[in-house]
């Protein structure tokens, strides 16, 4: 995603299982390399953690 990935729009790089393709490679955005997943993030399963980072995408999203 060259120009960046905007909110709400699934990552081009995730796997059907929702796996990083670029974990490890040198073109993965810093962004997401600085992300630090935390037991409150991740929470019990998918759904809880994929609402987390829709929240951080909303709150941080330029105007």
């Known amino acids: ?3 960046g ?3 709400g729009v699934r990552c081009a790089q995730l796997t059907a299982d929702n796996r990083c393709a670029i974990f490890g490679d ?3 955005p810093a962004v997401c ?3 630090q997943p935390e037991p409150a ?3 019990d399963d998918h759904v809880h953690a994929l609402a987390w980072l829709t929240a951080l995408e909303t709150a ?3 105007d």
Do not use: D, E, V
């Open 33 to 35: 390399a600085s992300l």
């Open 1 to 3: 995603m060259p120009a």
């Open 60 to 62: 941080t999203q330029a």
């Open 5 to 7: 990935k905007p909110a």
């Open 26 to 28: 040198p073109r993965r």
């Open 41 to 43: 993030m991740c929470g």
